[in-house]
């Protein structure tokens, strides 16, 4: 059964008109795919929607939580990749991001980190926690879908003591 395709409308002011038209052409005429399961800890509804949006007709089946409780009790299902948010009611997706690793059942999960925080600081505290790649708001829609693909063909290799690869 194919999903009911609409336009992808509910895109914020910060996403180029371009870039919504791009990825309304890449999704017409797409049949029945793998779908993969994706986390996003977002707490801005309007970036969670938008995600979803963006993702659902790339194959991604996508779940939004707004704090990282949440996240972590999500965590119990299997999910294929997580796009986690740094600051965050509550816990921090950093804290988050640790617990992740620190966890064998879920220590091999590709995560992505997305922040409005662009700080070294923080970029490198991202890093040092596990992340497997480190994207700043506003994002690229077009790079994070081919992020996401990516770390779903690639295994995850780096460890978190490990520096990451440039």
């Keep these: 059964m194919r999903p009911i395709e609409r336009p992808l409308t509910r895109f914020p002011p910060f996403i180029r008109a371009s870039t919504v038209r791009y990825m309304e052409d890449r999704h017409r005429g797409k049949g ?10 977002e707490d801005d509804a309007a970036i969670g929607s938008m995600v979803v949006d963006l993702l659902r007709p790339d194959g991604f089946d996508v779940t939004v939580v707004a704090d990282g409780r949440t996240a972590l009790d999500a965590l119990r299902s299997t999910f294929d990749v997580v796009l986690l948010d740094v600051m965050l009611p509550g816990m921090d997706g950093i804290a988050i991001l640790r617990a992740i690793r620190e966890d064998p059942a879920t220590a091999s999960l590709p995560v992505v980190m997305l922040t409005a925080k662009t700080d070294d600081e923080s970029t490198w ?17 077009v790079e994070l879908v081919e992020v996401l693909n990516r770390l779903q063909r690639e295994p995850r290799t780096r460890t978190v003591s490990d520096p990451p690869k440039r």
């Design 32 to 41: 029945p795919m793998e779908r993969r399961r994706l986390l996003v800890v």
């Design 125 to 141: 505290a991202g890093w040092r926690a596990g992340c497997d790649y480190f994207m700043t708001k506003p994002f690229d829609p």
